[in-house]
């Protein structure tokens, strides 16, 4: 069975630092697709970043990107130059091409002023 | 364009007591989820339609929960009757498509209903 296992379940970082989110999963599959979702305290869930297994390019969206080790089965996410609006649970989650998707618990962030 | 829309947004009620959620995807979503959430945890899947087909309720406690999809468009989650652990919120989302159609989309969540059974 897949699982995805977020380390982390709390931070805390200054604004304008950069921070790192980790997040390892366990799959036998070969093509799959992996999703970081930030939900802020108002609770609606809205995706961060994607990637797609067979890439091996890192996904990258404006200040947030991933570093994802296929062998390790690690991706982890990294938050440059945060801001306060950043304050979220971030949530890493897992699908292959013919099951559901499947969350970590969560890493609860705080963007410091 | 509108997002998920879910309603209501919160809901009280006493154990025994049944209950309904609705949810309205995203137009022209042929998928759409229906997640459990506990506080501090991450949505766990409670079932999937792809049109008006159940198509993954494996985790959907059949003896108290129900859900309908009629029309392929807004779906309603029921509980009847509520126990006390059911206290939770309740995520709806949907995506263009699902796994198994040989694309995984993305999913777009709902504002979720937040569940308190007293």
């Known amino acids: 069975a897949q699982t995805v296992t977020q380390s982390q379940p709390e931070m805390s970082v200054q604004e304008a630092e950069t921070v790192t989110l980790s997040c390892t999963y366990d799959?036998?599959?070969?093509?799959?697709?992996l999703f970081w979702y930030k939900q802020p305290p108002s609770r609606q869930m809205i995706l961060v970043i994607r990637?797609?297994?067979?890439?091996?390019q890192n996904a990258t969206e404006n200040r947030f990107s991933v570093n994802f080790q296929k062998a390790a089965k690690s991706f982890s996410l990294k938050i440059s130059d945060s801001q306060l609006g950043d304050t979220a649970m971030y949530f890493c989650?897992?699908?292959?091409?013919?099951?559901?998707?499947?969350f970590g618990k969560g890493t609860r962030l705080h963007i410091l002023p | 364009e509108a997002g998920v829309v879910q309603s209501p947004r919160y809901k009280i009620i006493e154990k025994k007591q049944p209950v309904a959620f609705w949810c309205n995807p995203i137009?022209?979503?042929?998928?759409l989820y229906w997640y459990l959430q506990n506080l501090g945890q991450g949505p766990e899947l409670l079932i999937r339609?792809?049109?008006?087909?159940?198509?993954?309720d494996s985790q959907l406690p059949k003896d108290r929960f129900s859900a309908e999809r009629l029309k392929g468009v807004d779906s309603t989650l029921k509980i009847q009757p509520a126990e006390l652990g059911d206290s939770a919120v309740y995520l709806c989302?949907?995506?263009?498509?699902?796994?198994?159609?040989?694309?995984?989309?993305?999913?777009?969540f709902g504002p979720g209903t937040r569940l308190t059974v007293l």
């Open positions: 989302a949907s995506s263009l498509e699902g796994p198994g159609t040989g694309s995984t989309d993305t999913q777009y």
């Open positions: 799959t036998s599959e070969n093509n799959y697709y």
């Open positions: 990637q797609e297994a067979y890439k091996q």
């Open positions: 989650a897992f699908t292959n091409r013919d099951d559901k998707i499947i």
């Open positions: 137009s022209g979503h042929n998928t």
């Open positions: 339609y792809e049109n008006e087909e159940a198509v993954d």
